[in-house]
């Protein structure tokens, strides 16, 4: 498998995994814990499984103070995409909010054009162009949880915060850094984080179920740590545009899901979305 092969495949992993996030998150957020506290046990749990691996590795964990600086804005970028996403969550159906949370390739793109001069062809602005269209497709279906102004403002900030996080990884000090350290010390500043919120807020609930415990696990292995570690890798790989762009699966994911899981119904629109999505993923992969 080549470089570019190898990419691609990691970023198609990463985007399928991350669009499992409502499969997991809503039966917590059901279960009526309050988001700082779901998403606290959500990167804890990331941070524990991806420490037990580095440590079964032996891996050197230090880092210079200028990385572990860099880590720390990782943390927050990551952590606020995370918080901006489940305040969506109040206002729109997870469908919706996953659709609208895959803007996040535009704002890499634009970032990327006028901060680092990154010129992008017509076929990568071609298939940015016709994975917006699927995803406009995609919003139409909302039904009662439809568009509102207040969600998509939320999960406009959370796509940009995922920018940012995208672009970090590829133009900082931590480039060179093996991904499952970076998403490691990620995890634990986004968990930091989350603790602190929901302890100023007096919203921490320690106890849980093991329904809810398994649910959790799940949440920080499949839409965490696999989600971030095969992330970072692909960036390494491919970039930040095509990575980002091949997120366009993550509504894919999450509409399915919505129809198997939450009995969403299987419509027209539904099926024409994802096929422009997957179109867009094809234009990309053919031009490279």
């Known amino acids: 498998m080549n470089v570019k092969t190898k990419g691609y495949t990691l970023a198609c992993i990463s985007a399928v995994t991350y669009g499992t996030i409502p499969l997991f998150a809503l039966p917590i957020k059901h279960a009526g814990y309050s988001f700082d ?13 991806i420490g037990v691996y580095l440590f079964a590795k032996k891996s050197a964990m230090r880092v210079s103070g200028k990385e572990l600086g860099t880590l720390a804005v990782l943390g927050v970028m990551y952590s606020l995409s995370a918080h901006f ?12 909010a996953s659709t609208i949370l895959f803007l996040y390739p535009v704002f ?12 992008l062809s017509w076929v990568m602005w071609g298939a940015i162009a016709l994975a917006l269209l699927g995803v406009g497709v995609l919003n139409g279906t909302g ?30 000090s931590v480039r060179k850094m093996e991904g ?9 500043f986004c968990a930091a984080f989350f603790l602190l919120r929901a302890l100023s807020r007096d919203s921490f609930t320690p106890a849980m179920t093991f329904d809810t415990g398994i649910n959790i696990l799940l949440f920080a292995l499949v839409s965490t740590v696999i989600s971030l570690i095969t992330l970072v890798n692909a960036i390494k790989l491919i970039g930040s545009t095509p990575t980002a762009v091949m997120g366009s699966l993550e509504p894919v994911v999450a ?17 024409t979305g994802i096929l422009l999505i997957i179109g867009a993923v094809t234009l990309t992969i053919l031009s490279e």
């Open 37 to 49: 506290t779901a998403l606290f046990y959500r990167f804890l749990f990331s941070a524990i499984l």
């Open 85 to 96: 996403l489940f305040v969506g969550y109040d206002y729109m159906s997870a469908g919706v």
């Open 108 to 119: 890499v793109a634009l970032i990327m054009g006028l901060f680092f001069r990154e010129k």
């Open 143 to 172: 039904g009662e949880g439809g568009m509102n102004p207040a969600g998509m403002v939320a999960v406009l900030l959370s796509a940009l915060a995922y920018a940012l996080y995208m672009i970090i990884v590829n133009k900082s």
């Open 180 to 188: 499952t350290k970076v998403t490691f010390y990620s995890m634990l």
């Open 255 to 271: 509409v399915i899901i919505s129809v198997a899981v939450f009995n969403e119904p299987l419509t027209g629109r539904l099926v």
